[in-house]
């Protein structure tokens, strides 16, 4: 079996919107209303932050327990890593997610701006500066034969999108509208000449939009 | 977080049967139309005998490449081992699956009649007799942590939900109506007492039934 370059769990709005445009230090997403397109993902069982027990095992359970299984390596670009622009003024900040990031893997941050790599309990940060393709092999290599999990944000799943790389995508639609942002697509039907789409609602509201080549 | 019991991929018709009443060596399922409840498993990427490359990676693919993540051991009843009633005549029979079992864990089969474990590449089939609560205990420990899967079949499966014991549900309902054999439920309803349900229609045409516990 080929190694896949995947995206999944990636959380959108019923306009297409991923993220705001005014990325900060308090909201990551740049968007007022983020957890209404994510709150989903949190309410099952399989939630890697879930602190509680309990949680749902319906549809959306299926989803967050597919994260981790077969992925050997992410890829995401320099947003979903930090709110910083330009070249980096310091190397204190570590990504949004603490000493246990949820990634589990080697992670290649994309940026212009390289940095020495460092690790983060089981998680090791990359910082490459390639075209898609470039930095895909690396990611594969570093994957052991396992899939490579593309992890976004908007922009980098775009750019991935339009050099023809990837292979499967599942996106969660919310039932909100936006407005302005970054948007994944206007349409999903924009996908449509290069791959299969089955939609699946969930009892939670989000549509599950899941993409594989043709 | 607990060591689940877990039903997964189980098949049933629109009326509820998984199984005739008269399995024979040519008809593991005791059925004429067995393939029309799984053919929805074997189209999928995931399915693990593909021999050929391709398979959808849509909705029904997320349940077959399920199928093996987190289990540490499995328990069917004699039936689904094969079609052998009464003492062991020999101990040559070694399971529908031929030499490279799809279970790849220990396997707990349940039958009055006990007879020496054996090995087949990954899987190890032990014999074992006892009420569903014993063997459960027993299937739970050779798991090492993980989750335990119950294979089936309909007989196997309705014994432990009536004693209580299973966590999650996934059972397909194919839409085809087979009017006599072993039934699972006359109507799923009949388990909304002690399960959630959530109902996913696929683009197969088989209908995704998850249950988890209340």
Redesign the interface.
């Known amino acids: 079996m080929d190694q896949l370059l995947r995206v999944m769990n990636f959380n959108v709005s019923a306009d297409g919107i991923g993220a705001g445009e005014h990325q900060s230090l308090e909201q990551p997403f740049g968007l007022g209303q983020a957890e209404r397109l994510f709150a989903w993902a949190g309410a099952t069982?399989s939630w890697p932050r879930r602190t509680e027990p309990g949680g749902?095992?319906?549809?959306d359970d299926?989803?967050t327990?597919?994260f981790p299984?077969n992925i050997g390596a992410e890829i995401m670009g320099r947003n979903k890593f930090g709110p910083q622009r330009g070249p980096w003024q310091d190397h204190e900040w570590r990504g949004w997610w603490g000493e246990e990031p949820p990634f589990r893997t080697p992670v290649f941050v994309m940026t212009h701006h390289e940095r020495p790599s460092f690790t983060l309990s089981d998680t090791t940060f990359h910082f490459v500066d390639g075209a898609p393709a470039a930095v895909l092999e690396r990611a594969r290599e570093a994957a052991r034969g396992k899939d490579v999990r593309l992890g976004g944000g908007v922009t980098t799943v775009r750019q991935f999108l339009d050099a023809g790389l990837v292979d499967?995508l599942h996106v969660a639609v919310a039932p909100v509208t936006l407005g302005s942002g970054l948007r994944l697509w206007d349409s999903p039907d924009e996908l449509l000449d290069r791959f299969?789409l089955?939609i699946?609602p969930?009892?939670s509201g989000v549509t599950?939009h899941?993409f594989?080549r043709r």
Do not use: C, N, Q
């Open positions: 069982a749902s095992r319906g549809l299926y989803f327990r597919d299984r499967t299969h089955e699946v969930s009892a599950h899941l594989w």
